[in-house]
């Protein structure tokens, strides 16, 4: 059962604890806490027994929860979520395989991914109060 919402904070956590000594493995886990909260959002915070999009965080999935009919209920929740989607303007799913040094996986770029990813898993908590 996929639990987006679950993965999300749970990646995220997992980026907390790498940040300092694994900068480019803390990146990869922040840009796929930020890919869950989409998907947590677009299957309305309920497990799934199936994936809500095949699609990984970048253009095509911020554009799929945009437009997403679930989403289209809650329109303020998506000009939220869009206000952290310049935080991974450069990440990308394949940048596990990327060398530890890239400069993409520097240090400014983390702290970008990290605020973003911050942000967005607090309004993905907010969501699961019914508090947004």
């Known amino acids: 059962m996929n639990d987006y919402a679950d993965a999300a904070e749970r990646h995220y956590l997992s980026a907390l604890d790498l940040q300092r000594d694994h900068p480019a493995?803390?990146?990869?886990?922040l840009g796929l806490a930020a890919e869950c909260v989409l998907k947590a959002l677009m299957c309305n915070l309920q497990p799934q027994a199936q994936k809500?999009?095949?699609?990984?965080?970048?253009?095509s999935l911020w554009a799929e929860f945009a437009n997403h009919q679930t989403i289209q209920v809650h329109p303020s929740r998506v000009a939220y979520v869009q206000k952290y989607k310049n935080g991974f303007d450069h990440w990308d799913v394949n940048q596990r395989y990327w060398h530890r040094s890239d400069p993409l996986l520097n240090t400014p770029q983390l702290t970008k991914q990290q605020r973003s990813a911050q942000g967005l898993?607090?309004?993905l908590q907010l969501v699961e109060r019914g508090l947004a």
């Open 25 to 29: 493995t803390a990146s990869h886990c």
């Open 52 to 59: 809500v999009s095949g699609n990984h965080l970048g253009k």
């Open 121 to 123: 898993v607090g309004f």
